[in-house]
């Protein structure tokens, strides 16, 4: 629970952004000046811009809540998250260097943001889709367990 509430803290206040530019299996990871141009914009206007940002999410949104800690089993159930509960994510601000966060390129339209607390398995994903009219978030787990295997 207090992990979730740090990085709730670190994606409601301001930026510091640190990305790999190693390559997996599944997906490129690039460094932030390497995305699409009109990604870039986006991303940057969707974290600075709260009109803009709840416009460029597709509700209700599918995800994963983030745990709790205690013994939580909502994997096996589909997750949405509601236009009324949103909270503003603004971009990352983590002066103690306790997150990385990077971009997967899953192909020319899909673009998943990560950020895993250092140390842990504690990831948040984020999943953007280029659609007809721009950018849009169509995916959000908070920060919970993964295997990244």
């Not at 952004?17 to 995305?35: C, Q, R, W």
């Not at 940002?53 to 089993?73: K, N, R, W």
């Not at 103690?96 to 971009?103: I, P, S």
């Amino acid at each position: 629970m207090l992990s979730a509430l740090a990085l709730s803290t670190l994606l409601a206040e301001g930026c510091n952004t640190k990305a790999g530019s190693t390559t997996t299996k599944e997906a490129d990871t690039v460094s932030a000046d390497t995305l699409p141009g009109d990604f870039s914009a986006f991303f940057d206007r969707f974290h600075e811009d709260s009109i803009y940002q709840v416009e460029h999410i597709m509700f209700p949104l599918e995800g994963l809540p983030a745990s709790t800690g205690d013994g939580d089993t909502l994997t096996s159930n589909r997750y949405f998250w509601q236009k009324a509960d949103w909270k503003i994510h603004r971009h990352i601000n983590d002066p103690g260097q306790n997150f990385e966060n990077w971009f997967e390129v899953m192909d020319a339209r899909v673009i998943e943001h990560w950020i895993q607390m250092k140390g842990t398995n504690l990831y948040m994903r984020r999943r953007f889709a280029k659609l007809d009219d721009g950018w849009y978030l169509i995916y959000y787990q908070g920060l919970r367990p993964v295997n990244r295997e």
